[in-house]
C-alpha cells in the first residue's frame, strides 16, 4: 500500500513556470513506477510523465522539452518541474504510484494502483 499526496499547483500565465511535488508514503520501494497524471472535465485521464529508478523516464509527446520529472528518493518524494506553460496544461494532476511490469513503467493510467487527490494547475493567456 503507497499513499501519496499532491501539492504545488495554482495560477499562472501562459510561459510561466510550476514545481508539482508529491510525497510518498508507506510501501515506497524502489519497486514502484511514479508518475504524472493530468485531467480535465470530461475528458480521460492522460499521462504526462513517469519515472522508476532503473528505468528512466518517458514523457508525453505535448509536454517533451518543457516538464521534467524527477524523484528524490531519500525524501520519497517525486517532482514535475512544468516550464513553458500554455492554456492547454490547465488540468487537474494527480500523482500516482503502481508496480513495475516485466522491468517497465508504462504512461498508461491502468498500471497506477495508488493516485493522490489532485492539484490544480490553471494557466491562464
Known amino acids: 500500500q503507497v499513499h501519496v499526496v499532491e501539492s504545488g499547483g495554482g495560477s499562472v500565465q501562459a510561459g510561466g513556470s510550476l514545481r508539482l511535488s508529491c510525497t510518498a508514503s508507506g510501501d515506497a520501494s524502489t519497486s514502484y513506477c511514479m508518475g504524472w497524471f493530468r485531467q480535465t472535465p470530461g475528458k480521460e485521464r492522460q499521462g504526462v510523465a513517469i519515472i522508476a529508478r532503473d528505468s528512466g523516464t518517458a514523457y508525453a509527446s505535448s509536454v517533451k522539452g518543457r516538464f521534467t520529472i524527477s524523484q528524490d528518493n531519500a525524501k520519497n518524494t517525486l517532482y514535475l518541474q512544468m516550464n513553458s506553460l500554455k492554456p492547454e496544461d490547465t488540468a487537474m494532476y494527480y500523482c500516482?504510484?503502481?508496480?513495475?511490469?516485466?522491468?517497465?513503467?508504462?504512461?498508461?493510467?491502468?498500471?497506477?494502483?495508488?493516485w493522490g487527490q489532485g492539484t490544480q494547475v490553471t494557466v491562464s493567456s
Open positions: 500516482a504510484a503502481g508496480p513495475i511490469y516485466s522491468g517497465r513503467c508504462y504512461l498508461d493510467s491502468g498500471f497506477f494502483h495508488y
